[in-house]
């Protein structure tokens, strides 16, 4: 059974920075996929950013050139450092990974950016 577990989200003003972790447990073996996902007040969870087991990223639009997704294996710890923070960036973020072909979810960590 593999936990996730979110943190670093929090209050940041708009321009500044967060850097949230995701926390997994049991083992890197079989995944496949990790992901950032967010979803704001009102709208449905969009994928935000994604790293695949060979490190491939890719970004949503909306937050290329601001925010960077990284792993690190050794530690069981995926990371999604958010610069340049806007209001639209509001939301729950969660992380997401895929081992073996079926998706785990963490619970959540609330990111609120205001002007």
């Known amino acids: 059974q593999v936990q996730l577990v979110e943190s670093g989200g929090g209050l940041a003003q708009a321009g500044n920075s967060l850097r949230l972790s995701c926390a997994h447990s049991g083992s890197i073996f079989g995944i496949s996929e990790m992901d950032w996902y967010r979803q704001a007040p009102g709208n449905q969870r969009e994928l935000v950013a994604s790293?695949?087991?060979?490190?491939?990223?890719s970004y949503d639009n909306s937050v290329k050139g601001r925010f960077t997704i990284s792993r690190d294996n050794a530690k069981k710890m995926m990371y999604l450092q958010m610069n340049s923070l806007n209001i639209e960036d509001t939301g729950v973020y969660y992380c997401k990974v895929v081992v073996f072909g079926r998706a785990y979810w963490g619970q959540g960590t609330q990111v609120t950016v205001s002007s």
């Open positions: 790293i695949s087991a060979g490190g491939t990223t």
